[in-house]
Nanobody, 125 residues
């Protein structure tokens, strides 16, 4: 079993940046597919960015050009660099992982088995 722990959330002003981290521990050897999701207040969870151990990345249209996902395989750490933040980026951010490649889309939450507890991001205008 694998554990995922997110960190780096906080409250910022629009236009500022945050960097989220997700540290994996436990049985991490087989996990190859990683993603960030968020749940805005009162809304459904949505995919933000995904990557695999080869570094191939996928982004939601709403964050393209502003967010960058990266994976440090040696440290088992997934990161999300978020620049030019907007109030609509606010929400609880979760990292997720799975061993098998996503079949329906890298930003679909049902593709991932392991989840962290989340870290809160609040962006004020």
């Amino acid at each position: 079993q694998m554990q995922l722990v997110e960190s780096g959330g906080g409250s910022v002003q629009a236009g500022e940046s945050l960097r989220l981290s997700c540290t994996a521990s436990g049985n991490t050897v087989r996990s190859k597919y990683w993603a960030w999701f968020r749940r805005p207040p009162g809304e459904e969870r949505e995919g933000v960015a995904a990557t695999d151990n080869d570094g191939i990345a996928t982004y939601a249209d709403s964050v393209k050009g502003r967010f960058t996902i990266s994976k440090d395989n040696a440290k088992n750490t997934l990161s999300l660099q978020m620049d030019s933040l907007k109030p609509e980026d606010s929400g609880m951010y979760y990292c997720a992982s799975d061993q098998t490649p996503p079949s329906s889309g890298a930003l679909q939450s049902y593709e991932y088995r392991d989840w962290g507890q989340g870290t809160q991001v609040t962006v004020s205008s």
